[in-house]
Structures are given as structure tokens and as C-alpha cells.
């Protein structure tokens, strides 16, 4: 058993979920799991991320077969209490040339937005972003294609308890 440092407990543990969540593992299964593991930790987080990785597994390649000029439904973006820093997120799958007659690379992009967007407007955003951006260099982007969709929700645990005062 290898030690983690306390913060790479719950990124490993993220990491791992997807697999356990496809396996049909439940959330508690998986818990004692990881703390046998050595890479438990605390449950009320550990379950938030369980939500949230479970409703991304959901909804994971739903969002690529939206007709590109319509609008998502709100059924097809997974709601996750994340911290982001705008009410909507992106995934774009992105292939990219880093010098001409070099082979495309595969990436991944984020598109934040603070208003859902079709997947033709995912794309349009994908591309400006990557020709504004300077921190890219030389490469070239050839084509995307937005993968998945997650909307902010709001989460009980972020607000003040009315049994906690302060002062």
C-alpha cells in the first residue's frame, strides 16, 4: 500500500470511480474500498463526488448526438455542485496539428459559459478561444467535437448552517 499525501487522496479516488460506478459498485462498497486502500476520506465529500461522477458517467456521451444547431435539453448536461467559474461547462474533444506535416493530436478543452450553448456554438468558442489565446503557439486547431455538457448546481454545503453563529 502506498501513501498519498492528503491532497492526492481524493483525486485518486475520483480517478478510480468511473470503473467502480461501471462495475456497479455501490457508493459504500467503494468507500471501504478505497480506506482499506489507504486513499479514503471524508464521506460527505466523498459522496458529493460520488454524485457528481455518477451523473457525468450518466449523461457522458449524450451531449455529442445533440443536433448542432439546437439547443441541449437540460436532461442531456449532468448537474454537478463543482466549483466552476461559470454557470455551464464544455468538454470539447479537440484535434490539433503542433507543426505542419506533423500527425493531429488528440485533446481536451473546457468551454465555460454563463448560457447554454447548441454544439455549434460550443465550437465556434473553441476556435475563437484557441486563435486568442497565445499560450497555444504554433499549433494549429483542425477540428472539434463537444463531448459533454455539465451545469453548476448549487450545493447545500457551500451555504451557512442557521446553527452556526459567528461572533
Known amino acids: 500500500m502506498a501513501l498519498l499525501p492528503s491532497f492526492m487522496k481524493r483525486p485518486a479516488a475520483i480517478l478510480r470511480m468511473p470503473d467502480a460506478i461501471a462495475k456497479g459498485m455501490s457508493a459504500n462498497a467503494f468507500l471501504r474500498k478505497l480506506r482499506v486502500a489507504g486513499i479514503g476520506y471524508s464521506r460527505t465529500r466523498f459522496l458529493r463526488d460520488w454524485r457528481n461522477v455518477a451523473g457525468t458517467e450518466a449523461k457522458k456521451d449524450v451531449f455529442k448526438y445533440v443536433r448542432r ?8 448536461l449532468a448537474d454537478v455542485d463543482w466549483e466552476m467559474s461559470q454557470e ?20 481536451f478543452i473546457n468551454i465555460p459559459s454563463d448560457s447554454p450553448l447548441s454544439p455549434a456554438e460550443v465550437e465556434q468558442e473553441a476556435f475563437g478561444r484557441w486563435a486568442d489565446s497565445e499560450k497555444y ?3 494549429t486547431l483542425e477540428r472539434v467535437q463537444p463531448v459533454a455538457g455539465w451545469h453548476h ?5 457551500d451555504t451557512p448552517s442557521p446553527f452556526i453563529t459567528t461572533g
Do not use: F, I, Q
Open 69 to 76: 444547431n439546437l439547443r441541449p435539453p437540460m436532461a442531456v
Open 137 to 139: 503557439g504554433e499549433t
Open 88 to 107: 455551464y461547462m464544455y468538454k470539447v474533444r479537440a484535434w490539433v496539428r503542433t507543426a505542419p506535416g506533423e500527425p493531429l493530436e488528440e485533446r
Open 153 to 157: 448546481v448549487e450545493d447545500s454545503m
